[in-house]
């Protein structure tokens, strides 16, 4: 990781920068900050030389080089002062919530309305919403591009930021295109690093955010920073990991509730770590205490899973949405908790 | 399940529906409670002829016959209704909460004549405290009987019932004898049927209390709740159900943290929940937030692991033991969470 | 599934069941057999007005609905008499097997063009070798389109058909234009239906084979054979069901060895299960015992790797691949005993 | 571990050793072997001067202090040249088959005669009869002493030793009483130190072996070996080693397959493997197979459940019992797997 003298290297110094490091086969990418750049040196830093002739540039402050395989990621990387912004929050500094449809009803539009409405009443402060569904059977409903244009409707009468996974390229760019502040990478995707690539490069420039889900076999550790660690090496470091149940499942619930990794994460990356219960417990009834033990391991945020009337919901919510009422009361004791393990 | 109408059947009575039961190859159990005794049948109660019988006695008032394999510890039985108190407590009314040593150090009762002291200024209930363990190398100390002297006499300077952990009849007796409150039956023993037998029927005229470690590969529900239909079966319906972490381990951890069972026990059995999180975790810095996550899910107390100065402890305590103020912070913690989520 | 009279439908009978489907959401997507074309309904195909009126149609047989999320694959499903081939062997009717080097070395083919001489010599059917490669750690080698070519030049010299994965669309196209006869699918992209879809699409014509890797969390299966039911849903039938290990990791091994499932995945479907015990023990000096249980489970074939000098390699060969001479006493013992199992 | 001079030592000369190590708190237990008898140090060996004073008698070859928690299990234990005979087979020798029903059905001995006399015809080395048996509902059949009748009646009719599992130390000395040659430790109660340690100790003296099934959450080395060095160590080294299935389940068996564990034990210790395919796949259409991949794991042996009429069994034989044609079919394949491995 080069760390430039000013804010910003100049084309002709990038260049500069450039010309040496692939001369040793290796790349340069620039992570852009809301302040200042940093560039990473892609591909086998390890070169002496290379890292001689780098260091001995005029521009270069420093050659940040950690022993860690996530060098961005890492807690003890230079980048691990950057906080992320989203919804109007900073995380890490009060409670994050998104919320809202698992996926959305594109022939009943106004139920997906309504529940906007209703979680920012109740104190979300992103809204998500499902336009791509993977679905292990592939007759069924896969989703629909018609409901990206009810999600950006919803964010526009609520005023809030908007959540959708994402698959594939395609997905990514007609969600980019359409004002998707959040593109979220789905368990089953969580290894498929080409996504991964694609999802850095996209976003790096818009500051947007991708809330990384956990795929459901991933050890705590390395799997897991590894893949935020794709996603900040190809352009974006605004990585929010997201642990939402693993397997062997416990039998009662749908997965093996999985916000006990949250203080394993926390000792190793700065990235902060957002919950999602609704997919760990997959029933509704289970989730407000899963939230409440999220915050109680030091989650930075939830992402909850709620409808205006989840028997008329689509997808997983008839069996783990909470209605909007369930989510501002969850939120409040969320926050309660949150004032007492923190404050103390 | 025999209820009579009395509170207690007579020597004759109880002579009369032994001599029935006998004839369909089945025994009697009495089952003492506080106010009324009732009268499991051990053995396959499903012979009308028998069951037909015994509701036709004129001092029998019903014969409850739940369609569950935990006829005592259902939710749906008719031991329900029943409370079970330690350490001044009565449990789901309010947190409870044993600590203690996992090892008591015989060559330096100092340290634990201090740890008694203070986790009951810390807010403890009951005092925990190993005197034989089960190791996995047999070469390694394995507790001693002296230590159970020590267990007292902290009980006598304190005034807190104490508990200790029993892995043969032999134990079951000299704790007993010595006025011991609470047998644990560790996780390794936890499907040791002959064991289960033995506790259920030593303590059932005791009105002492078993505290039951989920085995760490038990599914949730059928073989965790029917250890403890064992003991209930055989005469002792006070048991309390411990998690303390399951496999596969969750790599930083000692082992899975499995508080989120809660539940899930609760939706089947009447049974209280106390978790440990100090084995689940098996690290001090994680324990308090392990905690907050099991109140989080319901759980009716904490089992932890303290001591005045855990690098001094033998077992398990210089790993997992916290201190006990960081006892009275969790305790404290603890409590709050449970007016927040229970009050509301 | 709609069955015509004749081995295939007109373009004017397509385009007529085609009108049909639509009306009801649905589409129509031909599975191209060796003899005759099936004409699969992808969408809700339980409308019964719609599945009426397919079967008034003149020309068609009879309508396929088999109560399996498997419409194709399942095992009672038309396509179960289909019988795959790969390397001049009909999977199922002789041991089959596929072999070569983890990852190409671009720097040294004569490694690759040696070992590809040495496994056709031993046995092997086709020729595996990595061009790109999935790393969990974005810095470290990635596969290089040069060993593409190695690859196709292996082919030529030998005579084999070869393997290799893809990740994403471009390599897709890259491979079969470049000839290769099978392409691979990780277990880290076997739930990435974006890329299944892609790869039943490309290769339907083509009569390519597609190597389903177990993705390392999955249940037996519905999620691994729905898997294979994308790629056959989306136009090639010729999937090869290919289990390599899952966890929990069995310590010692570098995953959980999973040939166990075997006889579980034939009972549900008709596809070929080929095991790779390369993966499942990581380790050299094991791989001959697991190929043999392989085929003692009924496995079909086995996917090995195998390396001239397995110092010499990259990727996962140092720790895993076998020599030669290994891979054919493997091969000549597995033999032995499909005649063992099977003739007896 | 005390290596004498001659083949036992005197009494004057195991008094003096004794009262050395008694002054360092440790104790002497004597491993009787066939030729020899060696003395292991129970407690702490570590004591440099209690080794130099035990090193200087002269009836003292020398001391064996291996850097291994498995001091007398460990394959480079001194021990490791020791050979357990059962049934007329030396293990690691030939292929050794323990066969019969789970649970003898005391009220219809004669399913258990016939069993006896055909699973010897089968090839059977030993008989397995469950007379007392561990379940999990403390209602259901938990055995009956009758059948420990029924158990030596058959060994006597067809002369071949028998095995039946031990749960307490009242059935070890009615089993030892009545003649049992092999005592199973059953998967519930493999952690069980106090079990272990009584077996141990009872039959140290008879030349009886120990079957110690594996609990069905162990990782495949430390506590599972641990558990064969308690029996050894308290008296008896002719303990075999029992994989019979582990979680989590694998869904379709009735526990997750584990014959695969064998080569890592090998690696660890020179306790013979006998592995039960009847419990991991508790099904009997898949015994043979799972049977096989035993053999081709490097099992020394086999332990299976058959029965003449398996409808006709109780326990788990009417689901996974074989019959005696299967079993005899199973062996034969099985030991020609062994031929064609061990031999090439």
Same mark, same amino acid.
């Given at each position: 990781?080069?760390?430039?003298?000013?804010?910003?290297?100049?084309?002709?110094?990038?260049?500069?920068?450039?010309?040496?490091?692939?001369?040793?086969?290796?790349?340069?990418?620039?992570?852009?900050?809301?302040?200042?750049?940093?560039?990473?040196?892609?591909?086998?830093?390890?070169?002496?030389?290379?890292?001689?002739?780098?260091?001995?540039?005029?521009?270069?402050?420093?050659?940040?080089?950690?022993?860690?395989?996530?060098?961005?990621?890492?807690?003890?990387?230079?980048?691990?002062?950057?906080?992320?912004?989203?919804?109007?929050?900073?995380?890490?500094?009060?409670?994050?919530?998104?919320?809202?449809?698992?996926?959305?009803?594109?022939?009943?539009?106004?139920?997906?309305?309504?529940?906007?409405?209703?979680?920012?009443?109740?104190?979300?402060?992103?809204?998500?919403?499902?336009?791509?569904?993977?679905?292990?059977?592939?007759?069924?409903?896969?989703?629909?591009?018609?409901?990206?244009?009810?999600?950006?409707?919803?964010?526009?009468?609520?005023?809030?930021?908007?959540?959708?996974?994402?698959?594939?390229?395609?997905?990514?760019?007609?969600?980019?295109?359409?004002?998707?502040?959040?593109?979220?990478?789905?368990?089953?995707?969580?290894?498929?690093?080409?996504?991964?690539?694609?999802?850095?490069?996209?976003?790096?420039?818009?500051?947007?955010?991708?809330?990384?889900?956990?795929?459901?076999?991933?050890?705590?550790?390395?799997?897991?920073?590894?893949?935020?660690?794709?996603?900040?090496?190809?352009?974006?470091?605004?990585?929010? &990991? =997201?642990?939402?149940?693993?397997?062997?499942?416990?039998? @009662?619930?749908?997965?093996? /509730?999985?916000?006990? #990794? $949250? +203080?394993?994460?926390?000792?190793?990356?700065?990235?902060?770590?957002?919950?999602?219960?609704?997919?760990?417990?997959?029933?509704?009834?289970?989730?407000?205490?899963?939230?409440?033990?999220?915050?109680?391991?030091?989650?930075?945020? &939830? =992402?909850?899973?709620?409808?205006?009337?989840?028997?008329? @919901?689509?997808?997983?919510? /008839?069996?783990?949405? #909470? $209605? +909007?009422?369930?989510?501002?009361?969850?939120?409040?004791?969320?926050?309660?908790?949150?004032?007492?393990?923190?404050?103390?």
């Amino acid at each position: 990781m080069i760390l430039p003298k000013t804010n910003r290297l100049t084309s002709e110094q990038l260049a500069e920068i450039t010309a040496i490091v692939c001369e040793f086969g290796c790349k340069i990418q620039p992570i852009v900050g809301a302040v200042r750049t940093i560039y990473a040196i892609v591909g086998d830093e390890r070169e002496e030389l290379m890292i001689n002739r780098l260091e001995g540039l005029a521009f270069v402050d420093r050659i940040d080089r950690i022993q860690s395989p996530f060098k961005l990621m890492d807690k003890r990387s230079d980048l691990a002062t950057h906080r992320i912004k989203a919804g109007g929050v900073t995380l890490g500094e009060e409670l994050f919530v998104i919320a809202g449809a698992c996926t959305i009803d594109p022939k009943n539009p106004n139920y997906f309305y309504e529940t906007a409405a209703a979680v920012k009443e109740a104190g979300a402060h992103v809204l998500r919403g499902g336009v791509w569904k993977p679905r292990t059977n592939p007759y069924t409903f896969q989703g629909d591009v018609k409901s990206l244009y009810i999600l950006m409707e919803a964010s526009r009468r609520t005023g809030l930021p908007v959540d959708t996974e994402v698959m594939e390229d395609a997905h990514i760019k007609l969600a980019l295109d359409a004002g998707v502040h959040s593109l979220q990478i789905g368990a089953r995707n969580a290894l498929n690093y080409s996504l991964l690539r694609s999802v850095g490069r996209a976003i790096a420039e818009r500051a947007t955010v991708v809330l990384l889900k956990r795929s459901i076999h991933m050890g705590p550790l390395n799997e897991f920073i590894s893949a935020a660690e794709y996603i900040a090496a190809f352009g974006n470091p605004n990585v929010i &990991l =997201c642990p939402r149940g693993t397997t062997p499942t416990l039998d @009662g619930y749908r997965n093996h /509730p999985d916000e006990s #990794i $949250t +203080p394993l994460l926390k000792e190793k990356t700065w990235a902060p770590v957002v919950v999602d219960p609704s997919h760990s417990v997959g029933k509704a009834a289970y989730v407000p205490a899963a939230a409440l033990a999220a915050v109680a391991y030091g989650a930075d945020g &939830l =992402c909850i899973e709620s409808h205006v009337d989840p028997s008329k @919901g689509i997808g997983d919510d /008839p069996k783990q949405a #909470i $209605t +909007p009422d369930v989510l501002a009361k969850t939120i409040r004791h969320a926050k309660q908790l949150w004032a007492l393990s923190r404050g103390a």
